[in-house]
Each structure stands twice: as C-alpha cells, then as structure tokens.
C-alpha cells in the first residue's frame, strides 16, 4: 500500500517576496502619513501667518480710520497717534487693554486729553531692522512688521501728482520651520478718501 504525501507550503523564495513586498508597501504608507502629516502642520503654519499678517493691514487701517474720526491727517499727526512715514517699519500689536475701546485719557505732562488706541505702535529705521528682533514678536514663533511705502514707488495706477493722498502698507510675517526662514506677506493700498483733515 503507497501513502502519497500530498502536503504543499512556500518556499523560502516565495516568503522572502512576500516580506519584500509587504515592506515596500508598509515604508511606503509610512512616508505617505508623514508626508500629510508634515504638510497638515505647514499648511497651518501658513494660515496662521496669514491671518496675523491681515490683523497687521486692519490695525493701520483702523489706526487711519480713528485719525479721521480725531480730525487729523489719515497718516497720524504728532498730537494723536504718531506718523506713518515712507521708509519706515513698523511693529504694532494689540496693548494689553485690547479692545475695551478707544477713549480719552489724560496726558500727565500736559494735563491735556489725548486718543486711545487699542495700538501700540514703534517705527524704527528700515535700514537697520532685524526681522527677528524682539521688538517684532507676536508669540513664541511668529515676527510680525509693517512696512509703509510710497504706493506710486510702487503701483503704476496711481497718478503722480496724487502720490501724498495714497500709502501702500504691506504687513510681513516671519517664522522659522526648523531651520528653513519663512514668510507670509499682504499689502494693500489705502487711501485718503475724505483728502485730509475736516
């Protein structure tokens, strides 16, 4: 009487394949959620740039709009709330009252009253600015600063002889992605549409 073994398996050839192939697949997908993963924290990144930049344009927005309402220039005036000069950067953050509101206060050395802002402003010279400088600092990784530049320097549908009535505000944020420098940067053009003080 003949037992016939009839048993079958895999070779060693065919298993080494077939961990090969699982390998390959498993590195793959790895470098896939990474990758997601990675552009998942830039894209955020990013975005927050962006919206503190755009705060940075409605800050000198808003910062000429109270001009206005104070009857001053839509650049500022040494009374109110300082100048916004060409060539000259900016860092402006929200003071420590935030947004309770703009009222009056008392100005100790002249007993006169003066405009709140929920601003604070600092100018300081473009030529020798450190975008990382901790003047700039929003939080623990985003600098933020305001440039204001001559818009018919920069923008040819502006008629020259009305250069003075127009400034071109562009808002950069700068942050660090482990070691690779970033920025984020807005700019606008704002107007004197109402030509001057009252």
């Not at 509101?101 to 402003?121: F, H, N, Q």
Request: hydrophobic share 40%; with cysteine; net charge negative.
């Amino acid at each position: 009487m003949s037992i016939k073994n009839n048993q079958q398996g895999f070779t060693l050839t065919e298993v080494l394949i077939g961990m090969m192939i699982l390998t390959v697949a498993i590195v793959s997908a790895t470098n896939l959620l990474i990758g997601l993963i990675d552009t998942n924290k830039n894209n955020v990144q990013t975005l927050q740039a962006y919206y503190l930049a755009q705060e940075g344009v409605e800050a000198v927005r808003n910062i000429r709009d109270t001009n206005w309402l104070h009857n001053a220039d839509f650049k500022g005036d040494d009374y109110l709330f300082g100048i916004f000069d060409y060539g000259k950067t900016y860092s402006i953050e929200l003071t420590s009252r935030g947004w309770e509101g703009s009222t009056w206060k008392e100005l100790e050395d002249k007993g006169e009253l003066k405009a709140y802002l929920p601003w604070e402003v600092s100018a300081f010279d473009s030529k020798f600015v450190n975008f990382y400088d901790e003047s700039f600092r929003i939080d623990e990784k985003y600098f933020r600063h305001i440039d204001i530049v001559n818009a018919c320097d920069e923008r040819e549908d502006i008629p020259e002889n009305d250069c003075e009535n127009f400034m071109l505000v562009r808002s950069v944020v700068n942050f660090k992605d482990g070691n690779e420098d970033r920025n984020v940067s807005i700019e606008t053009v704002l107007s004197n549409w109402k030509n001057g003080a009252i």
